[in-house]
Every structure is written in structure tokens, then in C-alpha cells.
């Protein structure tokens, strides 16, 4: 079997992979968390990576908070590009292939009209930026790569440096009674990481390289992601539609970061039979 190294391994997608990796019978799984080898550390990744000696390494770690990153820039650019690089340039010591997980801050949200992989890209905020400079030094440090841009995650573990996810965040104020206010003039594409991570393994196998777009199919405004929660679960609560300038935030969003892939290769299903399916896995609907 081909060894795969996951980086970030305990994260919201890192989660999911080293479960789906280790089910499909095809890969002897290395889950890495930060305690194991910090991505930022180039001896302890390279140590690492040269001792397993992976045929493919997933790198999931990243620093996710965007408003924390317009005050912590260095940290940001540490994690998501020099990181990038410790990974890359220590996956073509051992030609492993190297695999960048991204994301769709990458775009400036100007198009009207979803990003697909060709499209330049143009970030507008530091975490964009980061995001982007760690797909160019892996593009230019290791010989065989494939970047994964994927947009908007929810899944099982929650994002470790968000605290949870939209779902949970919404079912929770529901639950409480709360009014939600939800920004209605943002569209993206909620992915449910247990269906990306069920498409990677595809896409390595199928021998994919380059850059790939990975999302469920469609898109949406954070407002009605939240109303097909609401409707999904029974959950009763006041929804109010409102403008991202009437929320306070150091980062800028793009307007429009729904993603679309120009590579058939693995269509997922729609966000919204996504959602129904997290929502059965958590135990709030029947299946």
C-alpha cells in the first residue's frame, strides 16, 4: 500500500482524510498533528517526512482565523507559505507527492460568475494572501504537486482554530433562542469535508495534478445556508437578512467565492444534500 502523510491530521478536514485514507484500503495512513511536527519547524518536518517516507503528503495545516490574520501577518505567512514550503521541499527529497490544501480567498470576488481553476487569481485580505504565497512555493519547490482549493468547511471536528463550524454556530443560537443575523450579500459554496475527503483519494489515484477545485456543488449566501439549517432540523428562530458592512471585521471578503472545477473529474453532490447528510451524521436529523 502507498503511504500517505497528513499534516494537520487532527483538524477539521485532517480529521475526515485520516478516516476516509485508512477505510479505502488503498493507503497506510501517518496522521501528524502540531505536537508531532509543527509545519513552521523545516528539521521537524523534513525528519519526519525523510523517517515515513510517504509516496503522498497532505498538508492541512493552517491558519485559518482571517480578521487574526490582518494583525498577525507574520504568523499567517509562517504557517500557510513558509509551512507550505517546509512540506513541499521536504516531499521532493523523497519524491512524494505533494498536496496543498487551499482555499477560495484566493480570488477577490469581483467575478459574477463561480471561480474555476484558470481564473487569476487576487487575494484581498492577508489570510487570501498567505494562502496564495503557499500554492506558489509549492508549485516551486516540489516536483510532483497538486493544489486543492476548497471553500466554506463544515464537518464533524469543527475548525480547532474557529472553534466549530456554521452549522453548529446556527443550531446553537437556535436552540438558545436567539435572533440571526445573517449576511445576505456574500455568496461561497459550504463544503462538507467528509465529501472531500471521500474525493482526494479518487483524485490521487487517478494520478490529478495541478490545481483542483473541490467543493459541493452550487453556492450561497451565509443567510440561506442558514435558513436550509433551520428547515432541515425543525428548529424555530427569528432569521433577519443583513449587509457585511453592518458586521465588524479587520478582513475584507470577497463578495462572490463560489468555486467551480473545469475538471470533471469528481463531481460532488449539492450543498444542500451535504448539509442534510452532516446533520443525519451528528444525530440532529433521522436518516
Known amino acids: 500500500m502507498d503511504k500517505v502523510a497528513i499534516f494537520g491530521s487532527t483538524g477539521q478536514l485532517g480529521t ?19 505536537e508531532e ?35 498577525h501577518v507574520h504568523e499567517a505567512f509562517k504557517v500557510n507559505a513558509i509551512g507550505a514550503l517546509n512540506i513541499a521541499r521536504a516531499c ?7 498536496i496543498y490544501i487551499s482555499t477560495d480567498y484566493v480570488f477577490d470576488g469581483e467575478k459574477a460568475t463561480p471561480y474555476v481553476e484558470s ?11 498567505s494562502k496564495l504565497a503557499g500554492e506558489y512555493l509549492v508549485r516551486q519547490s516540489a516536483p510532483r504537486w497538486l493544489i486543492v482549493r476548497v471553500s466554506s468547511l463544515f464537518g464533524k471536528s469543527g475548525a480547532r482554530g474557529k472553534g466549530g463550524n456554521f452549522i453548529e454556530t446556527v443550531v446553537r443560537k437556535a436552540k438558545a433562542g436567539n435572533q440571526l443575523h445573517m449576511i445576505n450579500d456574500i455568496t461561497m459554496s459550504p463544503t462538507y469535508a467528509r465529501d472531500a475527503a471521500v474525493a482526494l483519494p479518487v483524485i490521487l489515484r487517478n494520478g490529478i495534478s495541478g490545481v483542483f477545485h473541490l467543493t459541493n456543488s452550487g453556492g450561497c449566501t451565509w443567510y440561506d445556508f442558514a435558513k436550509v439549517i433551520l428547515e432541515f432540523t425543525g428548529l424555530d428562530a427569528v432569521i433577519i437578512p443583513v449587509s457585511s458592512n ?21 463531481d460532488l453532490r449539492s450543498w444542500q444534500e451535504a448539509v442534510k447528510a452532516y446533520l443525519c451524521e451528528k444525530g440532529y436529523l433521522r436518516k
Open 16 to 34: 475526515d482524510l485520516v478516516d476516509v485514507f485508512k477505510a479505502s484500503g488503498f493507503f497506510d495512513v501517518i496522521p501528524l498533528t502540531h
Open 37 to 71: 511536527a509543527d509545519c513552521r519547524d523545516a528539521d521537524a518536518v523534513r525528519k519526519v517526512v525523510l523517517h515515513s517516507s510517504p509516496q503522498f503528503v497532505i498538508n492541512c495545516a493552517a491558519y485559518v482565523r482571517v480578521d487574526d490574520c490582518e494583525d
Open 92 to 98: 521532493a527529497e523523497v519524491d512524494a507527492r505533494c
Open 119 to 129: 481564473d487569476t487569481p487576487n487575494p484581498i485580505n492577508v489570510y487570501g494572501a
Open 246 to 266: 453592518e458586521f465588524s471585521s479587520r478582513a475584507r471578503r470577497p463578495r462572490v467565492s463560489i468555486l467551480r472545477s473545469e475538471r470533471t473529474t469528481c
